[in-house]
């Protein structure tokens, strides 16, 4: 088995309506990870909930409109999350960044199942 | 079965497409954590995202792909998660696994010393969840 590295989880909290250069923030963000080669991004809506504006939005409320939450998550080493923290910060005029320590195991294998760890893993 | 307060976070991400023989791989994961006697399981969806499980999941772009991303969440004892990993390693081809340190306040009904482990946890004890 491999030996988990040490990685950071970085989480954005933003609004589904967010934009962005005339883009959803959270697209942008997700294209802006892909761009710089991040280990990965995943996108959650959120049914519900509240943030800066105090105001609650919710699925079942229509005025909420679409300021639905969404939380973008981010895990990769530390040095190349303190890299995209400056480009991220460009980004988001409101919300919450968080970053918290994890263990990560990378998987990426052929379908053969030959093993061996990806080359983000070793680094 | 209980749970201790001292516990361990344990996310799966993967995606739907994934597969373990001819399952959806995240059920199989489900499965396997059922049939270790693991306290719980939780698959959560995720609407846009890439790794390397996948090309980038993108509903509009793709829509017949139906790729998305996936993250399977399994909180345990430290020792339950450890007996696990080997397990998940074999059913993994590709994605990633994180582990967090994480503290448990209430498993089912059971919430004894709730009151108490809150208060301990507003006096400054010892919490190392961001420390791996």
Redesign the interface.
């Known amino acids: 088995m491999m030996a988990p590295t040490q990685a950071v989880l970085l989480r954005v909290f933003v609004a589904e309506s967010d934009r962005f250069h005339g883009r959803p923030l959270y697209e942008a963000i997700v294209a802006k990870a892909l761009e710089l080669k991040m280990a990965g991004a995943t996108v959650f809506p959120g049914p519900e909930g509240f943030g800066h504006s105090r105001s609650i939005r919710s699925e079942i409320n229509v005025d909420a409109g679409s300021r639905l939450p969404m939380v973008i998550e981010i895990v990769d080493a530390k040095e190349r999350i303190d890299g995209f923290l400056p480009v991220l910060d460009e980004m988001v005029a409101t919300g919450l960044v968080t970053l918290e320590l994890v263990q990560a195991i990378y998987y990426q294998r052929d379908r053969a199942r030959s093993g061996g760890a990806s080359p983000r893993a070793a680094s | 079965m209980d749970l201790p307060h001292d516990a361990v976070l344990l996310r799966i991400?993967t995606s739907v497409s994934d597969r373990y023989d001819t399952d959806p791989l995240y059920g199989a994961i489900v499965a396997k954590a059922r049939d270790m006697q693991l306290a719980g399981a939780t698959v959560?969806?995720?609407?846009?995202?890439?790794?390397?499980?996948t090309k980038?999941h993108q509903p509009h772009l793709f829509p017949l792909a139906q790729d998305l991303?996936i993250?399977v969440e399994i909180v345990d004892a430290e020792d339950k998660i450890n007996a696990f990993?080997?397990v998940l390693?074999e059913m993994?081809?590709?994605?990633?696994?994180?582990?967090?340190k994480a503290k448990v306040l209430q498993y089912g009904r059971h919430r004894a010393g709730l009151t108490q482990r809150i208060k301990e946890h507003l006096l400054g004890h010892p919490h190392r969840?961001?420390?791996?």
Request: without cysteine; glycine residues 14%.
């Open positions: 991400f959560l969806r995720g609407t846009l995202g890439f790794g390397h499980s980038l991303p993250v990993l080997p390693d993994m081809e590709s994605g990633l696994v994180t582990l967090e969840s961001t420390q791996a």
